[in-house]
């Protein structure tokens, strides 16, 4: 089989969820139901997979339709597709929390009072090679947010705009508030808000305790709800690791407060990253302006953290 020229341009991920409905219901009426499709619809992605794969998929048997050894050997690999897509939705629903995001509204809205009749159109995504091959089509004008290092795109220009680096964070309210001498071993025993550990988010908290050489604590609350940890740690009766920028820009707001825990190391560059030899729109360098005049304090910030440290 060969895959770039047939199977990964002819294999839908809406068929293979019809696929699984089918073997989960037993029947292709039973999955059509569930699924508010026509059944002749079902019978037609059956057909198209086996047709492309070139293998028969399932079997009518005395109970119902059952997978063939192929049909077996798809769905067990379909289903883990399908949960790794699950967690990517968690994960992007992280990235494009709007509070999470707090940067990006404060560079649209600099750039709407500065200049109020320019539009903006803002796309929520995760740097990823799917992301720049729009950058590449020109489908898009920049990307804005983490960069992953190192960047080996030769094609393609990143600025960094500034570190985004992690602080351990409690409520005003927080009897950890009036301390002076901490480390991150005082807390252990404290209720944390912590992402799931298989997320993306989750791995760098992980790291974080690693690298201190401790074990990641006991989480009585896990989620990728950066509106909820936020809302949570105001009580004064959590503990989380935040990004700074989160504090620069909802940290007041809510009454947080940056325990002065030094952490190991963990850059967390954001940037703007654009198509070499492709000139900007005017517009465009206007964003690119006022994102660099927001960063500015972030730089700031950082810059202090690190001598304080």
């Given amino acids: 089989m060969q895959w770039d020229e047939r199977i990964g341009r002819r294999l839908k991920l809406r068929d293979l969820h019809i696929l699984l409905a089918v073997v989960e219901h037993g029947s292709m009426g039973k999955a059509a139901s569930a699924l508010a499709i026509s059944q002749p619809a079902v019978s037609k992605a059956i057909a198209d997979m086996e047709y492309t794969l070139g293998l028969r998929l399932l079997d009518r048997a005395r109970h119902g339709m059952e997978p063939t050894t192929y049909g077996r050997a798809l769905i067990s690999r379909g289903a883990t597709v399908f949960d790794e897509l699950r967690q990517a939705v ?20 600099r750039l709407s009072r500065q200049y109020p009749r320019v539009t903006s159109n803002v796309v929520q995504a995760v740097f990823t090679a799917m992301q720049y091959r729009e ?19 030769e094609d393609l220009a990143v600025e960094i705009l500034f570190d985004d680096q992690v602080a351990v964070v409690v409520g005003a309210q927080s009897p950890w508030v009036r301390s002076r001498r901490l480390k991150l071993a005082d807390l252990l025993d404290e209720p944390w808000i912590l992402p ?13 305790f690693r690298a201190s050489g401790l074990q990641v604590p006991r989480a ?28 620069h820009f909802s940290g007041k707001d809510l009454s947080l407060k940056v325990l002065p825990i030094k952490l190991p190391a963990q850059p967390r560059p954001i940037g703007i990253v654009t198509l070499k030899n492709r000139t900007l729109s005017p517009v465009t360098g206007l964003f690119i302006n006022c994102a660099r005049d927001v960063a500015r304090p972030l730089v700031k910030d950082n810059s202090h953290e690190r001598k304080s440290g």
């Fill in 90 to 109: 968690e994960e992007l629903k992280f990235l494009a929390d709007p509070t999470a995001g707090g940067f990006l509204p404060a560079v649209i809205d």
């Fill in 135 to 153: 950058l590449r089509e020109r489908s898009i004008d920049l990307l804005l947010g983490r960069v992953f290092t190192p960047f080996r795109e």
């Fill in 196 to 208: 799931p550990a298989d997320s993306v988010p989750g791995s760098l908290a992980v790291e974080i």
């Fill in 220 to 247: 009585p609350l896990t989620t990728l709800s950066i509106h909820l940890c936020l809302r949570m740690l105001a009580t004064g009766r959590y503990v989380a690791t935040l990004p700074r920028s989160i504090l």
